[in-house]
């Protein structure tokens, strides 16, 4: 999937790093922090992601609650902190963090409790920190706590206690949260080289900055000019970790493209079971079209659930069954998950942009205490990050109609909101909410195979209508949902 170039790696070998941490780190002010924590925690607070109670106060000792972890989290990946209603009970928009969990909780980083409680200031363990980091950054952990430990004992961030174990039960400090957080963002501060330097990139502007942590509040550390060529090792948030001639250091994502020329050329693709001219007549440029179908959630991650339906168990179905529809069509179709597995958000995106995709459509079901129920279908309203805006509307525009007629719900409408998956995406993409899990009339269909059929067949209706809104000739592919 991904290209290494071996020359440049070489190449680099022979470069000093022009940069690092213990040049850039400004002194944050906290007089109370252990000296072996110093750089971290200056790195983190000159990005704004970690804060004292005060100037000086920084409380390295205090146990990190669920909340604090969620705010740190979510501000590294540079998550909408605006204070705003969350799902759960017990976090009013008035709690300071309301943004930031509802943020982290929309992401998969972290996840509620029964009964729609979060738990705010319930204190972390270790294992609980080691999930939600992996999930942050992408990391495969298999969804346990010692798959989560593995993740960061491998890669240089977090080592085991004294005793051998990875001490998973063991509550966190404020400092130590810090240190791994740190370590995860930048491996500069990892006790081994781990960074892998695999996926390769071309600067798309001129005067690229380059910082040396993944926000504008880090200090520039070198400026990458048009058509140059680096490789990245990971993700923060819309930030990228890469290495040029210059060095290594953060740049925006939206500031690179991952094909050598300007152009757009497609290479061609193996493609998982399409069946070209099975229906005749159909616009022979379909087949350049990839549709990627992205069922939420999965292994670890449940999703929203109610009345004993999880909506990843939903979700994975409908994905299935509107693969199989298309199974028909000229067009290339790829799933970022067939099983109950999780991949992360950046997994997801990641995957879909390899795959050179044309379309994208996540499915999802909602959830919200009982209260709420239908269908909605949401876009990303921004062109910073998906500069697809108009078509993405479009798509979400045609699968929310097709749903509607299919599935007999309330009409929520269809919505702007930054979802990851739609926002850190290039291509026009839509997240689909067929209903609410946790409503008892929504939940009646979502839990029936005829429904969940109908459903499919909405989703892919909608993307035939999104392509003959585009000019395409589809009219032939309408039967196969029939
Ligand atoms: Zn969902």
């Known amino acids: 999937m991904r290209k290494s170039s071996i020359i440049l790696t070489l190449a680099f070998c022979f470069i000093l790093p022009l940069f690092g941490f213990h040049t850039t780190a400004q002194a944050s002010g906290f007089t109370d922090v252990p000296k ?10 000159e990005g704004g992601i970690a804060t004292g109670s005060s100037a000086t106060i920084f409380a390295p000792d205090t146990i990190v609650t669920r909340a604090e972890a969620a705010t740190f989290i979510a501000r590294a990946l540079q998550l909408d902190g605006k204070q705003k209603q969350t799902v759960f009970k017990d976090v009013a928009a008035s709690n300071p963090s ?19 409680r979060f738990l705010p200031d319930k204190d972390v363990t270790r294992g609980e920190m080691a999930v939600m980091m992996s999930r942050a950054f992408g990391y495969e952990f298999g969804g346990s706590l010692s798959g989560a430990a593995k993740a960061l004992t491998s890669r240089g961030i977090a080592s085991g206690m004294e005793d051998g174990t990875f001490g998973s039960d063991k509550q966190i400090t404020r400092v130590d949260f810090s240190v791994f957080l740190a370590r995860a963002i930048n491996p500069e501060f990892r006790m081994k080289q781990t960074a892998s330097f695999k996926q390769t990139f071309w600067v798309n502007t001129n005067n690229l900055n380059v910082r040396t942590g993944p926000s504008t509040r880090y200090s520039k550390s070198a400026s990458l000019q048009k058509d140059v060529k680096v490789v990245s090792s990971h993700e923060v948030g819309s930030w990228v970790y890469i290495k040029s001639a210059n060095g290594t250091g953060f740049v925006h994502k939206s500031y690179l493209r991952n094909t050598e020329e300007a152009s757009n050329s497609r290479p061609g693709e193996d493609d998982n079971g399409s069946n070209p001219g099975t229906i005749g007549n159909a616009d022979p440029r379909l087949a350049n079209q990839v549709i990627i179908l992205d069922p939420g959630h999965g292994g670890t991650d449940p999703g929203a659930s109610g009345f004993n339906l999880r909506e990843k168990d939903v979700v994975l179905d409908t994905g299935l069954k509107t693969n199989e529809l298309f199974k028909k069509t000229p067009f290339k179709v790829y799933m970022t998950r067939t099983g109950d597995t999780f ?5 997801r995106t990641k995957f879909a942009k390899s795959k050179n995709g044309n ?8 959830a919200s205490n009982g209260a709420g129920n239908g269908t909605e279908t949401y876009y990303y309203s921004s062109a910073a990050t998906n500069p697809y805006v108009s078509d993405s509307k479009l798509l979400a525009t045609k699968i929310q109609q097709r749903m509607l007629d299919a599935l007999q719900l309330k009409n929520r409408g269809v919505k702007p909101y930054g979802y990851y998956v739609i926002k850190y995406n290039s291509m026009p993409a839509a997240l689909a909410e067929l209903g609410f899990i946790d409503n008892a009339k929504d939940n009646e269909k979502l839990k029936s195979d005829y429904w969940r059929t109908q459903a499919a067949k909405a989703l892919y209706l909608g993307i035939l209508d999104y392509y003959k809104a585009k000019g395409y000739q589809v009219d032939s592919l309408y039967s196969a949902a029939k």
């Open 98 to 116: 309301s943004g930031y969990i509802q943020s982290a909780v929309d992401k998969g980083i972290l996840s509620g409790y029964s009964g729609g």
């Open 343 to 347: 991949p992360s958000l950046s997994d």
């Open 36 to 45: 072996r924590a110093l750089k971290e925690v200056n790195y983190l607070a």
């Open 359 to 366: 379309v994208f459509v996540s499915i999802h079901a909602n």
